[in-house]
């Protein structure tokens, strides 16, 4: 194996990439190449950039670039029915007396959707596999509120249920791959991206595939391992056998932000010595006390914190202000809002501007059937239109029963007040409300890998992480360390409300 120790900005996957490259335009067959990551578009990154170049079939040629979840679903011939699905869950549940779809976790894989419960006795049990420990331990080294027998009974039922219905769960491929190496594809070569983050069992299955190929090439970075409590083993990472290089160039954090990010991992007990350089570029790192006193204007700007409740404030001020902004991917004022605005300032441009049905339909559910806005029977009428129809102004008006007039903020009067002073404040501030948001707030782990010209940082600890913090500062000093390291030009350093909780600096 070798391995790639990639810090922050440097490149690991273009890295990866390049070689990828470079053994295609060699000769290689992309059938005789592996490129597993851990999500489905990033293996597809490194698919469609190979198909682009090389003028090759994505589907035939590329039979291995996918999740490694995916190559145990393909090589072990399992269909989508065998997948448990959100319905099985709310089964399953109801059988134990459980809520257990309650914010379930939803992805998108080549042939399945991966599906995850978020209560905490499923997290105990699936926690332990991928850690490849009994149940015991791993209930041994969390919090639960649960008593353990609990557990077990869940993990027992749960193991009966699957089998009596011969569903398997996102972690149960993995287990059944790695307890079938016969199933593990003869490969050239193999790739293998964001090594940091591999569970136990994902080690199984990685040692599996470097068995049965001729080369294995690792990227990762040991000090952004910060996905220990979902399983990753980072110290496997790190104590790995055989070459190693250091991505010594970064190509996002500037000079200020280096220097303390840099004096952050060296905290770190465990882990790989890198030397590596900042861009030619000074950047900034300031201190805030009050959020409130941050011009965000439209700039472009990534909020962090070590927990979600910590981004309440942050989020309420910026709508109180008028300012547009995304919260875990989801956009302050909702998409059906904005398009209803838009639709109705597009078409009162002109007579020739013309609107989708989708467009169309979602404008009357933001009308109301009172009088002078709406037709009897106009919103039925029109969901039977064919969907390629357009629709100007003079047009839904004449044949589709739109009687509204006046501006969007007194005709579309199904907006809730709220939403409506929110809207209005952002076009007052010239925000294009059919664009995405500049400014995102999320968690320090929701933003892993993300990055943004200019980053707030809260330093800010709650109870639990403190607690956390004195058993394992190296899992604290990592996470602050992804989080400083998101910035491309400017970071502001949001102080904490309490100096016991929080990260020193």
Same mark, same amino acid.
């Given at each position: 194996?070798?391995?790639?120790?990639?810090?922050?900005?440097?490149?690991?996957? !273009?890295?990866?990439?390049?070689?990828?490259?470079?053994?295609?335009? %060699?000769?290689?067959?992309?059938?005789?190449?592996?490129?597993?990551?851990?999500?489905?578009?990033?293996?597809?990154?490194?698919?469609?950039?190979?198909?682009?170049?090389?003028?090759?079939?994505?589907?035939?040629?590329? !039979?291995?670039?996918?999740?490694?979840?995916? +190559?145990?679903?393909?090589?072990?011939?399992?269909?989508?029915?065998?997948?448990?699905?959100?319905?099985?869950?709310?089964?399953?549940?109801?059988?134990?007396? +459980?809520?257990?779809?309650?914010?379930?976790?939803?992805?998108?894989?080549?042939?399945?959707? @991966?599906?995850?419960?978020?209560?905490?006795?499923?997290?105990?049990?699936?926690?332990?596999?991928?850690?490849?420990?009994?149940?015991?331990?791993?209930?041994?080294?969390?919090?639960?509120?649960?008593?353990?027998?609990?557990?077990?009974?869940?993990?027992?039922?749960?193991?009966?249920?699957?089998?009596?219905?011969?569903?398997?769960?996102? !972690?149960?491929?993995?287990?059944?791959?790695? /307890?079938?190496?016969?199933?593990?594809?003869?490969?050239?070569?193999?790739?293998? #991206?964001?090594?940091?983050?591999?569970? @136990?069992?994902? *080690?199984?299955?990685?040692?599996?595939?470097?068995?049965?190929?001729?080369?294995?090439?690792?990227?990762?970075?040991?000090?952004?391992?910060?996905? $220990?409590?979902?399983?990753?083993?980072?110290?496997?990472?790190? %104590?790995?056998?055989?070459? %190693?290089?250091?991505?010594?160039?970064?190509?996002?954090? @500037?000079?200020?932000?280096?220097?303390?990010?840099?004096?952050?991992?060296?905290? =770190?007990?465990?882990?790989?010595?890198?030397? *590596?350089?900042?861009?030619?570029?000074?950047?900034?790192?300031?201190?805030?006390?009050?959020?409130?006193? =941050?011009?965000?204007?439209?700039?472009? *700007?990534?909020?962090?914190?070590?927990?979600?409740?910590?981004?309440?404030?942050?989020? /309420?001020?910026?709508?109180?202000?008028?300012?547009?902004?995304?919260?875990?991917?989801?956009?302050?004022?909702?998409?059906?809002? $904005?398009?209803?605005?838009?639709? *109705?300032?597009?078409?009162?441009?002109?007579?020739?501007?013309? =609107?989708?049905?989708?467009?169309?339909?979602?404008?009357?559910?933001?009308?109301?059937?009172?009088?002078?806005?709406?037709?009897?029977?106009?919103?039925?009428?029109?969901?039977?239109?064919?969907?390629?129809?357009?629709?100007?102004?003079?047009?839904?008006?004449?044949?589709?029963?739109?009687?509204?007039?006046?501006?969007?903020?007194?005709?579309?009067?199904?907006? $809730?007040?709220? #939403?409506?002073?929110?809207?209005?404040?952002?076009?007052?501030?010239?925000?294009?409300?059919?664009?995405?948001?500049?400014?995102?707030?999320?968690?320090?782990?929701?933003?892993?890998?993300?990055?943004?010209?200019?980053?707030?940082?809260?330093? #800010?600890?709650?109870?639990? /992480?403190?607690?956390?913090?004195?058993?394992?500062?190296?899992?604290?000093?990592?996470?602050?360390?992804?989080?400083?390291?998101?910035?491309?030009?400017?970071?502001?350093?949001?102080?904490?409300? #309490?100096?016991?909780?929080?990260? /020193?600096?």
């Amino acid at each position: 194996m070798l391995r790639y120790f990639g810090p922050p900005g440097t490149g690991k996957t !273009t890295t990866l990439l390049n070689e990828v490259e470079r053994l295609l335009g %060699s000769g290689y067959s992309p059938n005789d190449i592996g490129y597993f990551a851990f999500t489905r578009k990033a293996s597809h990154e490194a698919r469609d950039r190979a198909v682009m170049r090389f003028n090759m079939d994505p589907e035939k040629d590329f !039979t291995y670039f996918r999740t490694l979840h995916s +190559l145990a679903f393909q090589t072990l011939g399992l269909t989508a029915a065998e997948v448990l699905k959100e319905t099985h869950l709310k089964e399953f549940g109801h059988l134990m007396g +459980l809520d257990l779809t309650s914010g379930v976790e939803k992805g998108e894989d080549d042939g399945f959707i @991966p599906l995850r419960s978020n209560h905490p006795l499923m997290r105990c049990i699936d926690l332990s596999r991928n850690m490849l420990q009994d149940p015991a331990q791993t209930y041994n080294s969390t919090q639960l509120s649960y008593p353990f027998y609990e557990v077990q009974h869940i993990f027992q039922e749960y193991a009966k249920f699957k089998q009596s219905r011969g569903l398997k769960d996102f !972690t149960d491929m993995l287990v059944e791959l790695a /307890a079938n190496p016969a199933h593990i594809p003869t490969l050239k070569v193999v790739f293998l #991206d964001e090594a940091q983050d591999l569970t @136990p069992l994902q *080690w199984q299955i990685a040692h599996l595939l470097n068995d049965k190929c001729e080369r294995m090439f690792i990227a990762g970075d040991d000090d952004q391992g910060i996905y $220990r409590w979902a399983g990753a083993d980072v110290n496997h990472f790190i %104590s790995l056998e055989g070459g %190693s290089e250091v991505l010594s160039q970064s190509y996002r954090v @500037p000079k200020a932000v280096f220097r303390l990010a840099d004096s952050v991992a060296n905290r =770190i007990r465990n882990r790989q010595k890198k030397k *590596w350089l900042p861009r030619d570029d000074e950047g900034t790192v300031q201190r805030a006390y009050d959020t409130r006193d =941050i011009e965000f204007n439209n700039a472009n *700007w990534l909020v962090l914190a070590q927990a979600n409740y910590m981004l309440n404030d942050v989020a /309420a001020h910026l709508k109180a202000t008028g300012v547009f902004f995304e919260r875990f991917n989801t956009p302050s004022l909702s998409k059906s809002v $904005r398009s209803a605005i838009s639709s *109705w300032e597009y078409l009162h441009l002109g007579d020739n501007r013309e =609107i989708s049905l989708n467009e169309a339909v979602n404008l009357y559910a933001h009308l109301s059937s009172r009088e002078n806005a709406v037709a009897r029977g106009a919103k039925k009428l029109l969901k039977a239109a064919h969907e390629n129809d357009t629709f100007s102004l003079s047009v839904l008006r004449k044949h589709y029963g739109l009687e509204a007039t006046g501006r969007w903020e007194t005709a579309l009067d199904k907006i $809730r007040d709220e #939403d409506r002073a929110y809207a209005t404040a952002m076009i007052n501030r010239g925000v294009d409300l059919s664009k995405r948001p500049l400014i995102k707030l999320s968690t320090i782990h929701g933003a892993k890998g993300g990055e943004a010209t200019n980053v707030l940082l809260y330093l #800010d600890l709650s109870g639990k /992480a403190v607690e956390e913090m004195g058993r394992n500062p190296d899992d604290a000093h990592r996470v602050l360390y992804v989080g400083i390291t998101r910035t491309k030009q400017n970071l502001v350093l949001k102080m904490p409300d #309490d100096a016991q909780k929080g990260w /020193a600096l």
